[in-house]
T-cell receptor
Framework: NAGVTQTPKFRVLKTGQSMTLLCAQD?????MYWYRQDPGMGLRLIHY???????AKGEVPDGYNVSRLKKQNFLLGLESAAPSQTSVYFC???????????????FGAGSRLTVL | AQSVTQPDIHITVSEGASLELRCNYS??????LFWYVQSPGQGLQLLLK??????LVQGIKGFEAEFKRSQSSFNLRKPSVHWSDAAEYFC?????????FGKGTRLHILP
């Protein structure tokens, strides 16, 4: 029962480098989300997906791309990293559009990214 | 578009005192509402949620929250805080497909 797994947990990049963060969930959830957390800013939604093959922009999508080729995986890409993208990134998933009380976010442990 | 406001960035209370953390949301329809807690260096833990029905919801660790539609609020309360409650608390609103978080309130506990 792994839940939501993020890899890598830590990464240091130089400005202009690219990288991909992987989020994997084993709960058969339809919806998946990428957030970034910065001091004093809370969690801000970057992109999200409501099912395999779908993606949508959140509050702060610029500089990021995502893909959901398989239902269980949601990838977050940085094509040309900038120091402003230094942050802790959280992936989360939930069942889907149901109004069931079980439809809450399950979070990964986070990925700390530093861009020099 | 939905939004969440947590007016208090920091709150300090004495151990054993009561606590209320404020949360106001903006959304046109009935939202889903959540409170999460994050201890330093840790991930986020769900304290409680509101989807429908009874507007007073009970959560873990002795927390409760009340949904007030007329005030667009979902304030978190605890009758007596413990030193272990020191953490950052996030209110979140779910509307449609998105779930949006507030900026958080950091709770400090005085011994």
């Amino acid at each position: 029962n792994a839940g939501v797994t993020q890899t890598p947990k830590f990464r240091v990049l130089k400005t202009g480098q690219s990288m991909t963060l992987l989020c994997a969930q084993d709960m058969n959830h339809e919806y998946m989300y990428w957030y970034r957390q910065d001091p004093g800013m809370g969690l801000r939604l970057i992109h999200y997906s409501v099912g395999e093959g779908t993606t949508a922009k959140g509050e702060v999508p610029d500089g990021y791309n995502v893909s959901r080729l398989k239902k269980q995986n949601f990838l977050l890409g940085l094509e040309s990293a900038a120091p402003s993208q230094t942050s802790v990134y959280f992936c989360a998933s939930r069942l889907g559009p149901t109004t069931s009380g079980a439809n809450v976010l399950t979070f990964g442990a986070g990925s700390r990214l530093t861009v020099l | 578009a939905q939004s969440v406001t947590q007016p208090d960035i920091h709150i300090t209370v004495s151990e054993g005192a009561s606590l209320e953390l404020r949360c106001n949301y903006s959304y046109g329809a009935t939202p889903y509402l959540f409170w999460y807690v994050q201890s330093p260096g840790q991930g986020l833990q769900l304290l409680l949620k509101y989807f429908s029905g009874d507007t007073l919801v009970q959560g873990i660790k002795g927390f409760e929250a009340e949904f007030k539609r007329s005030q667009s609020s979902f304030n978190l309360r605890k009758p007596s805080v413990h030193w272990s409650d020191a953490a950052e608390y996030f209110c979140a609103v779910g509307a449609g497909d998105k779930i949006i978080f507030g900026k958080g309130t950091r709770l400090h506990i005085l011994p």
